[in-house]
């Protein structure tokens, strides 16, 4: 068997009145993500680590942001595009284990419904998927709000 490891990152700005959407799930908040889809940046991380850890380039590559087939698209849908074109090319996810970086909300309730969210798009059982929370400790662009960052660490395998 062929193992695979990839890691992905991403960010977004903040904004008032836009929806927060995190590893699938919307978040209730008054703020959230400024993009050009629904902005969850946790499922975007994941994305680039699953492209990455089969070469296949990035999320960019694959759903431009200047692209109007994919404005406002649902990151789930995104996610379940990249697992079809690994699956294509014979690889299977092993796990996944992501980490938020958000000062507000506390993201510890929604932790569990993000696993059982993201597992069976990922073609995995919750007990291979890992969803963290962290804030900035009020530092940097987290800490003061502006913004969210993921990143995701993917492990890929073949028969």
């Known amino acids: 068997m062929q193992t695979r490891i990839g890691q992905g990152y991403d960010v977004h700005a903040i904004a008032e009145g836009l ?25 975007h991380a994941l994305c680039d680590a699953l492209l990455g850890a089969a070469a296949l380039g990035d999320i960019g590559l694959h759903f431009p942001d200047n692209s109007d087939e994919w404005k406002g698209a649902d990151s789930k849908m995104l996610l379940a595009k990249v697992v079809e074109m690994l699956s294509e090319r014979g690889w299977k996810v092993g796990n996944a284990d992501i980490t938020i970086a958000l000062q507000a909300p506390k993201l510890r309730p929604h932790i569990d419904k993000m696993r059982a969210t993201l597992a069976p798009i990922l073609g995995v059982g919750e007990d291979a998927v890992s969803v963290k929370a962290t804030t900035a400790e009020k530092l940097g662009f987290v800490g003061r709000g502006e913004g969210c960052e993921a990143w995701a660490v993917v492990t890929i395998n073949k028969d």
């Open 19 to 43: 929806p927060m959407w995190l590893g699938g799930v919307q978040i209730p908040s008054a703020t959230g993500f400024v993009a050009h889809s629904d902005g969850d940046v946790a499922i």
